[in-house]
Nanobody, 113 residues
Framework: VQLVESGGGLVQAGGALRLACAAP????????MGWYRQGPDKQRELVAQ???????NYGSSVKGRFTISRDNAKNTVYLQMNSLEPEDTAVYYC????????WGQGTQVTVSS
């Protein structure tokens, strides 16, 4: 099973990006989906999660700026990131969790000041 992230890139502070994670090969609707990130010299941290029933949960540093959503028909989870800050610079990883966990390879997000 391979999760495929897309949408990362370079953006100026205050800008926006939308990440997508496609998850073919799993029964997507059963999985809780999440986004994690790991910045330079930092531990991996939770950014946002969305349960199989669609309930979202956010890390405190992104609450009010990021929005997670899912499209079960497309086996895809999204992360809309607004008001980006240089501190948001990190590799962003997609996670799928149900009876086991899967991870994507990560997509780089760089926010310039």
């Amino acid at each position: 099973v391979q999760l495929v992230e897309s949408g990362g890139g370079l953006v100026q502070a205050g800008g926006a990006l939308r990440l997508a994670c496609a998850a073919p090969g799993i029964l997507f609707r059963n999985y809780n989906m999440g986004w994690y990130r790991q910045g330079p010299d930092k531990q991996r941290e939770l950014v946002a999660q969305i349960t199989s029933s669609g309930a979202p949960n956010y890390g405190s540093s992104v609450k009010g700026r990021f929005t997670i959503s899912r499209d079960n028909a497309k086996n895809t989870v999204y992360l809309q990131m607004n008001s980006l800050e240089p501190e948001d610079t990190a590799v962003y990883y997609c996670n799928a969790a149900f009876n086991r966990a899967y991870w994507g390879q990560g997509t780089q997000v760089t926010v310039s000041s």
